[in-house]
């Protein structure tokens, strides 16, 4: 077990080790395999910019960041999302050969 203390809140958080553990290696580089603005529904992957408004805008600001220079969790903190949420999108990328991982 991690015990982390934020000075700033003044709040104790514990992670346990398997968490830390999944994210060090979910922390990894991803690099696009397109060129441009990638079409998603080309690859099968479909979400609605006018009811999935969120997921659609996910999606798009994590594809617009992806150059082979961040990290997932580079990449969350550049959006402003959940590092698993980023591991999700790009996972998904991955499936459809849209992206690959940088060791």
Do not use: W
Request: aromatic fraction near 10%; charge should be negative.
């Amino acid at each position: 077990m991690f015990i982390f203390f934020a000075a700033d809140e003044q709040d104790i958080i514990i992670f346990h080790d398997n968490i830390i553990i999944q994210a060090l290696e979910d922390d990894v580089v991803p690099l696009n395999r397109y060129k441009g603005e990638a079409f998603c529904s080309r690859f099968g992957i479909f979400l609605d910019q006018i009811t999935d408004t969120k997921a659609h805008d996910e999606l798009f600001g994590v594809m617009d960041l992806i150059d082979g220079t961040r990290s997932v969790s580079e990449l969350a903190a550049a959006r402003g999302i959940p590092m698993p949420t980023v591991k999700t999108i790009l996972d998904e990328l991955q499936r459809h050969g849209l992206v690959t991982f940088l060791p």
